[in-house]
């Protein structure tokens, strides 16, 4: 085998052009013993968007990796050469599953059906929903927040602890009056979440919180919170279906896919059969 070899040519000299075209594509960059770098595999890895100085760098910064790549598979092989037939094992059922998952993943893309309609939610989550109990408790609520020097807060008490749509719609009116709320009071939301979210939460005990229809009222030096619960759900309870909804249409397409990839293979495996195409001794 050659001694370790280095070709630093043209792009030390000129600029980034040396990779034209015009110019021999078997012209060697690099060589470590007996494996060469040529023009034509820095082409392939140079992003197009590089230019000038910034070309050059990464061509200097690829060939030296490139370079200390060779020399430790070079002395991988020299010290693991008793194991060279398990490598070798591996690559080769390396490379029969990376062909076999492309071509899954081709036929999926061409076949699954991905529309996933309320009424296949529907039905799989009545069949399922034992599987979707909950973590943790999950709270229906809304919430504002106003500074200390508003000067209407009675007003925005009254219209946020009423239920009437229309004082809801008020108070949206009143938005710029609004520090911080959350106002839809139909989304489902993690106790976490929430508490995460509201720190002053972190003062009062969850077993207060997570109880249905509480209205909580509370200042301090930076203003005024308010904090309404219309419903809770508390850990082991079966999740609603709004809430679980993105989980169930991902386990639905889940449960398509295989069954497509099962269909396809048992139909290669009939074809097969009838033309006689593999024997089992």
Not at 61 to 76: D, G, M, V
Not at 160 to 178: A, C, P, R, V, W
Request: proline content about 2%.
């Amino acid at each position: 085998m050659k001694n370790l070899s280095v070709v630093v040519i043209a792009f030390m000299l000129v600029s980034c052009d040396y990779l034209s075209l015009k110019q021999d594509n078997k012209t060697p960059i690099a060589s470590v013993m007996d494996v060469t770098l040529y023009r034509e595999d820095l082409k392939a890895v140079i992003p197009s968007e590089l230019k000038g100085q910034d070309s050059i760098l990464f061509v200097k910064s690829y060939i030296n990796s490139w370079i200390k790549q060779r020399l430790l598979l070079n002395k991988a092989a020299l010290n693991l050469a008793d194991d060279s037939d398990k490598f070798e094992y591996l690559v080769k059922r390396y490379r029969e599953e990376l062909f076999i998952n492309s071509y899954k993943e081709a036929v999926v893309k061409q076949y699954l059906v991905t529309e996933v309609n309320d009424n296949d939610i529907h039905e799989y989550y009545l069949k399922n929903s034992q599987n979707f109990k909950l973590n943790e408790a999950l709270i229906q609520f809304k919430f504002l927040f106003v500074r200390a020097d508003n000067v209407d807060k009675k007003e925005l008490v009254e219209l946020f602890k009423s239920g009437e749509k229309e004082d809801i719609e008020k108070l949206l009116e009143k938005e710029y009056q609004l520090d911080s709320y959350h106002l839809n009071d139909s989304i489902w939301v993690k106790y976490s979440d929430i508490v995460r979210g509201i720190p002053i939460l972190k003062n009062i005990a969850k077993k207060e919180l997570v109880k249905k229809s509480k209205f909580i009222q509370k200042e301090d030096s930076l203003g005024l919170y308010l904090i309404s619960v219309k419903k809770v759900l508390l850990r082991n309870e079966i999740a609603p279906k709004s809430y679980i909804t993105p989980t169930v249409k991902n386990m639905i397409l889940h449960q398509r896919k295989l069954l497509l990839l099962r269909n396809i293979e048992e139909t290669l495996l009939e074809d097969a059969s009838k033309k006689e195409q593999f024997e089992i001794y």
